[in-house]
């Protein structure tokens, strides 16, 4: 059985940089940007610890799709996806399980 995948958008506590990543089991690759797993990787480096937006797929394949799409999008576009879907900016870790 195929498994799904998410794309994510975090950002840091003034929304001033945002970082795009993929993955299989969101909860868990979250809670390893908010623990900075990977010291040296560019979420740790400037603070992206907070999810601001998450789209699931049902293969990974799509969500990479997806992920390339977004990389390639305008800032103000990224911003205006956010606003649409978590307008107040909420960190949405905080409802994953």
Avoid at 23 to 32: C, H, M, N, V, W
Avoid at 34 to 59: H, M, R
């Amino acid at each position: 059985m195929e498994r799904g995948g998410c794309v994510y958008i975090l950002t840091n506590h003034a929304h001033t940089v945002f970082y795009i990543g993929v993955t299989s089991e969101l909860y868990f690759r979250i809670k390893e940007h908010k623990e900075k797993y990977y010291p040296n990787s560019f979420s740790a480096k400037y603070n992206c610890n907070k999810l601001v937006y998450y789209e699931q797929f049902s293969s990974i394949q799509e969500a990479i799709l997806k992920e390339k799409q977004l990389k390639n999008w305008r800032r103000g576009w990224k911003i205006n996806l956010i606003n649409e879907l978590n307008p107040n900016w909420d960190d949405l870790f905080l409802t994953l399980e």
